[in-house]
């Protein structure tokens, strides 16, 4: 066991579940849109986009709504956000979650989530967090959330924010995250830091990390 560690720090999404990217590109083949349409919509004006405002906690469900197909039509394909937050909760890994309780049982546990707030909607296909999502978060310690705190990853402040409230210094962390760009300023912060595509490699590397051993 790697006793200079401290801290273990999970993102959510493309970590615990599969990418929700693999539902964008489902849905893009399915409706005839292009390769990489949703993310292109998400890229475009990124700070100040209606994900971004979303993730922030800015703006409501309904007005993201309408800001997204309203973005995605300028770009020439109108999707509604609805639509597009359907596609959001991935497959569990089972496998993800057990190496979470193994780490639990040595150093503190946390997660950093660009997030929404929960659905202001009675529409049934509308479900967050799912069920076993929730049964998941009730395992970290500390749950930092971007639609709660009003700033998203990668602005540094997240990062900080949780290792504030687990009294550690970023370089007594790990950070697990799917997305590189969210992993720089982790890193640049003195992390020791993860990218998941293949869990399993993920979960070696973490175990080179902490010492640990996982099932």
């Known amino acids: 066991m ?15 579940t599969t990418s929700p ?5 489902r849905f893009e083949k399915e409706r005839g849109l292009p390769e990489n349409f949703i993310r292109r919509v998400n890229s475009t004006n990124h700070e100040t986009n209606a994900w971004a405002q979303f993730e922030s906690g ?11 197909e309203q973005e995605s039509r300028e770009l020439g394909h109108p999707v509604k956000g609805s639509d597009v937050l359907l596609l959001l909760s991935g497959q569990v890994r089972p496998r993800m979650v057990q190496a979470l309780m193994e780490c639990k049982k040595h150093y503190s546990v946390g997660c950093i989530t660009n997030n929404m707030k929960p659905a202001e909607t009675s529409d ?4 967050w967090p799912p069920s076993e999502t929730a ?3 009730q395992l970290f310690d500390t749950i930092v959330e971007s639609s709660v705190e009003g700033v998203r990853k990668p ?3 997240i990062y900080n924010i949780a290792c504030e409230r687990l009294g550690c210094s970023p370089d007594q962390c790990v950070y697990l995250d799917d997305l590189g760009i969210n992993l720089k300023p982790a890193r640049a912060m003195g992390m020791i830091t993860i990218k998941v595509m293949d869990p399993n490699v993920a979960i070696e590397q973490l175990a080179d990390a902490t010492g640990l051993v996982f099932p």
């Open 124 to 127: 049934e296909r509308v479900s």
């Open 21 to 25: 990217f693999e539902a964008f590109a």
């Open 155 to 157: 602005d540094p402040r």
């Open 135 to 137: 049964k998941i978060m």
């Open 58 to 68: 800015k703006i409501s469900h309904e007005q993201f709504d309408q800001m997204f």
């Open 2 to 16: 790697n006793t200079q560690l401290k801290a273990i720090l999970w993102d959510f999404g493309g970590v615990f």
